[in-house]
C-alpha cells in the first residue's frame, strides 16, 4: 500500500509539472526525467541553492528559547548553540565556549571562541554570553535548569561564573537548550522575537508559524565556516506514518522517529540512509497521588501487576520494556529486576487485601461506594502508540476489576495542571545533559515543576538534594540508581517502555548524526549532494 502511494504521488507530482509548463504546447516526458526534475526541484531553488527538507514531529506555539522545552526545536535545526554541548555520543563537546575550567567548587572560567557572531551579525563575546545566560535565568520557566548564581562576569572573551554554594551540575545545565546563546539586546522589548529569535547557529529563522512548521537560511557567518546547506524547510509533522509517507515522496529528506514496521521501507532502499539504536528517552505514566486510591501503595502496586509492559514496547511502541527512568546504557541506569513483573492473580489479591472489591456484581470494584474508573491522558500529538497502549492497558486492568478511560486530548497542559487525571501519558529525554539529577529533582522531587502527580517520598527528595553538591562522578551515578530504585519500589511512576531512535536521510544528505539525546538533528555539518 505504501509503495504504491509513493507511486500515486509521484503520478501527482507529474500531472502537476506538466500543468506548470503547459503553454499550449506539450512536451513529453519520461517518467524518469520528470522524477529527475521533482528531485532537483526540492533540492534547490531558482538561484540554485541548496535546499533540504526535513520534518519536526513536536512543534509548541513559539520558539522562545526560555519558554518549557521550546530551545529543543531551534537546537535540533541547527538555530541555536550552547557554550557547552552534549554530542552524539553523550560527551561534552566546546561550542561557543572553546575551553573552560572549573577553578572550584564555585567558579568555572570560559574562554569564548574569537569569531562567532549572531545571526544579524553582531559580535560574540563573553559581555554578550554574559547577557544571554542572565536573560534565561530571569525569565525561564524552566525552574529545574537554573542554578544559583553569586555574580557572572565578563572580561573580554572570558567569562567567569561563580555559583553562591557548590554545585556539580553547573556545566550539565548551560548544556540544556535554554541556554542557547540569544542576542539579548535584541531580544528586548520585541515581541517578535520569540517567533525569529537571533542566536549564533548554522541556520536562521527566517518564518515560523506553529502550524506547519520553519524556514530557515544558512547563517553566512558561522564560525566553522561555510555552511552545505543554503535553506531549510523544517515541516511539522506530528504522526510517524505521515512522515513515512513524505520520506518516500520526495517531499521530505530528513525525518526521525519513523515507525518500528516502516522502518524496513527505508532498509531496502538505496536511496535512504537509516541510522538505530537506543537513544534517553523513557515513555512513563505519570500517576495523580491526590486521588485516595492512588495514594494506596497497595493499590499502585496492584496496577502494576496488572499491566504486561511487553506488549506496549514490543508490539504497540518503537521499544525495550522499562524498569525505572534510566536505561541501562548509562552508567547510573539500574540493571537489576524489575520491582514488580505481570502478575494479574496477585493484583487481584493486593486489591481484595486493600479493599477494593466489587459489591454489585458488575465485574469493577468500588472506592467509597463508586466504581473505580482511571482517566487516562495523552495529547493529540503524542499519536496512535500512545492510544493504542491505553486501549491495550484497558483490557488488562478490566481483568483485576478496574475501568479503565482512554482519552487523547488538546489542552493536555491544562488537564495535567489542574489534575484532571490518573494516568498521565508522558515521555522524557531522561538524562539530556548526562546526569540523572534533572529527571530526578525536576520530576519526582516534592513540588517540582514536573511533577503534576505530586509525588513525595522524603528520601528521595534527601537524593535530589545531596546530588546538587555531590562533584564525584561514581557517588552520583550510585545515587541516581538509589533514585531509580525508590521510585520503582514505591510505584511513582509507571514506566512503560524506552524508546528506539531512528534517523532517516537520502542518500543526498550527508553529515547528519544520530544524536542520542534527540537535542540535536542537525548542525553546521549537514550538506546537501
Known sequence: MKRFLKSALIAMMVLALAA???????????????????????????NGEKVLNMALFWLDGNIEPTESWNAWALTRVGVGENLIQVDENMKFKNVIAESYEQVDDLTTVFKIREGVTFHNGKIVDAQACKASIERALEISNREDVKFPVDEITADGYTLTIKTSEPYATLINNLSDPVFIIVDAQAAAGNENFKFAPVATGAFKVTSFDKDTGMTLEKHAGHWSGDIGVDKVNVKYIQDGATRTMALQSGEIDLATQINTNDLSLFEEDENFTVQKGPNLRVFLLRLNMDKPYMSDLKFRQAVRMGMNKKIYAEEIANGTPAKGPFNDM?????????????NPEQAQKLLDEAGYVDTDGDGIREANGENIVLKYVSRTNHGSDANNIGIAMQAQLKEIGLSLEVIQVENYKDMASSGDFDMLYERWTSAPSADGQYLLSSSYATGSAGNYGHYSNPVLDDICNTLVTEFDKEKRDELSIKGSEILMEDVGSLFLFYQQGNVVTSKKVSGVERFISEIYYIDHRVTVN
Open 20 to 46: 506548470c509548463a503547459s503553454t499550449g504546447q506539450a512536451e513529453e516526458k519520461t517518467a524518469s526525467d520528470t522524477q529527475e526534475m521533482v528531485k532537483s526541484t526540492q533540492n534547490s531553488d531558482e
Open 330 to 342: 548509562l552508567s547510573f541506569g539500574y540493571e537489576g529486576e524489575d520491582a514488580y513483573s505481570y
